[in-house]
């Protein structure tokens, strides 16, 4: 008996030595020195944003240039959507994933997947929590609500009254813009009440309505982003207030407004420059190349 169980355990080993750790062939992402003979999937939180249209059009055009053919998928706001599309991605075997995550941990389970199966990750404007990611491409998030509570405090003096339209909880970008805000604000400014509005332009607008009836006397309002701000003009708008409206990205939509004397500010963001350096640094970890953790898109406070 004891023979019988020294050969079943050597045979046991033989069989677990003998199971590759390796990827399945249809998931192993393809090493060519060759850029022409790469494959690129891009998830996109959502392509109902000015701003993230921007930035998978600068993908698309510096992929195009270095002939890296790229398949796009939109998440639509839905973590448990883009989870499922990533896992997609890399069945279709691609040799880098981009990914703007929706909401920052839960994208982690499947960044972890990708590092699992040796295919580079890099990320556009917001962080997954966990996992190995070659580079975050992105603007200085907490450098832009720093930004933008200057310029209030510019605008109006200390203690002024300001209301704050958050991102979608989770985000990294709305982490770092609220950080940076309250980094200034709560020292010089009053903020009276903040409150999410998921990225969105309608929710910007209802959840503006609601808090103006709270905060008749409120004097500004920042916005983590553009699409936000411009929903929040349309609250303040229909009032009749005169308050200041700054938000963030710099979308086309924003740069209008602030022509036309609506939105006051905008930290201005370059979302195709940050689609085009991803697309660089994921181009050069799949040759063997270094590339820094996190590669920073200049900003700049737009206003009339």
């Not at 279709?92 to 295919?119: E, H, K, M, R, Y």
């Not at 050069?284 to 590339?291: A, C, L, N, R, Y």
Request: glycine fraction near 8%; charged fraction near 25%; charge should be negative.
């Amino acid at each position: 008996m004891k023979k019988l169980t020294l050969i079943f355990t050597a045979m046991l080993m033989l069989i677990m030595t003998g199971c590759s750790m390796q990827p399945p062939e249809w998931a192993k992402p393809n090493k060519s020195q060759d850029t022409s003979e790469m494959k690129i999937g891009l998830s996109i939180s959502t392509l109902n944003n000015p701003f993230f249209v921007s930035l998978k059009d600068g993908v698309v055009a510096e992929a195009a240039k270095q002939g890296i053919e790229v398949i796009v998928v939109d998440a639509q706001n839905d973590s448990a959507k883009q989870s499922n599309d990533v896992d997609d991605l890399i069945q279709q075997g691609v040799s880098a994933l981009l990914i703007n995550p929706t909401d920052s941990a839960a994208i982690s389970n499947v960044v972890q997947t990708a590092n699992s199966l040796g295919i580079p990750v890099v990320t556009l404007d917001r962080s997954a929590d966990k996992g190995e990611v070659e580079a975050l491409v992105a603007s200085d998030n907490v450098k832009g609500g720093e930004m933008a509570a200057e310029y209030i405090i510019d605008q109006l003096g200390e203690d002024a009254k300001v209301i704050e339209l958050e991102g979608v909880p989770g985000a990294s970008a709305t982490r770092e813009r609220g950080k940076g805000f309250h980094n200034i604000a709560d020292e010089k400014l009053n903020v009276v009440a903040k409150q999410a509005a998921d990225f969105d332009r309608t929710k910007g607008l209802n959840v503006m309505e609601n808090l103006l009836q709270g905060n008749p006397d409120v004097k500004a309002v920042f916005a983590h982003n553009d699409e936000m701000a411009l929903g929040a003009m349309e609250a303040i708008q229909s009032s009749g207030k005169d308050i200041i409206v700054v938000g963030f990205d710099g979308n086309d939509d924003a740069i209008k407004s602030i022509n036309a004397g609506g939105l006051t500010a905008t930290v201005a963001q370059q979302p195709k420059l940050i689609g085009e350096l991803a697309v660089k640094a994921a181009s050069d970890v799949v040759q063997g190349k270094e590339v820094d953790k996190l590669i920073a898109a200049p900003l700049k406070l737009t206003t009339k």
